[in-house]
């Protein structure tokens, strides 16, 4: 049973790779574009799957992959539910609250999002607690800090500009669903 779900988390990783980087091919076809967001509307999701470049590509697909290993509690349905709601909140948050942002391309809001809410559900694991709140406490440093200094080591190496606000706001959709689940959790414990 065990290596059933080590070999599901693996295929998930995969096929995730995968479609981001088939994404890579025609990047301007996936990217948030503003101009034309609600008219495709795929660009909910896409683009949180192309990146600005193969480093980049690179760095979040890291982190992605690290996820489900970092926290083997997670279930591959939870990571899916959560790739499936995180991209479109962000997306429109940008459309609706934050109209000077044009174009966006990139996984890592998602990636806040991800490891904000399994950070908070793994805070239901008395053995795993200290881990999920030292995650948690980085994830809150990492935002006060690119909020109030900035973020240039990442821009220099990805080679364009880093999106703090998907961060933030990726990590606010991480919160919401990660608190969301343990609500869930808690009512049908009572049932």
């Known amino acids: 049973m065990k290596d059933q779900i080590w070999?599901?988390?693996v295929i998930l990783i995969a096929v995730c790779v995968s479609v981001s980087a088939c994404l890579q091919?025609?990047?301007?076809?996936?990217?948030?574009?503003?101009?034309?967001?609600?008219?495709?509307?795929?660009?909910?999701?896409?683009?949180?799957?192309?990146?600005?470049?193969?480093?980049?590509?690179?760095?979040?697909?890291?982190?992605?992959a690290c996820l489900p290993f970092i926290f083997p509690h997670a279930r591959n349905w939870h990571?899916?539910?959560?790739?499936?709601?995180?991209?479109p909140f962000i997306s429109l948050i940008f459309y609706f609250y934050l109209p000077y942002i044009e174009a966006y391309?990139?996984?890592s809001g998602v990636l806040h999002g991800l490891y904000t809410a399994v950070g908070?559900?793994?805070?239901?694991?008395?053995?795993?607690?200290?881990f999920a709140i030292l995650v948690l406490l980085l994830?809150?440093?990492?935002l006060v800090w690119e909020n109030t200094f900035g973020q240039t080591g990442t821009a220099q190496l990805i080679g364009s500009p880093v999106l703090t606000e998907a961060h933030l706001i990726g990590a606010i959709g991480g919160v919401l669903c990660g608190l969301s689940y343990l609500l869930?959790?808690?009512v049908e414990r009572t049932d």
């Open 7 to 9: 070999i599901g988390k």
């Open 25 to 64: 091919v025609f990047p301007d076809l996936f990217i948030y574009w503003r101009p034309s967001l609600l008219a495709e509307f795929w660009r909910l999701w896409t683009a949180h799957w192309v990146h600005v470049g193969w480093m980049h590509f690179f760095l979040n697909m890291l982190a992605f």
């Open 79 to 87: 990571l899916c539910v959560l790739l499936l709601l995180l991209p």
């Open 105 to 107: 391309a990139g996984l």
């Open 120 to 130: 908070l559900v793994y805070l239901q694991y008395p053995k795993e607690r200290k």
């Open 139 to 142: 994830i809150a440093t990492k």
């Open 184 to 186: 869930f959790r808690r």
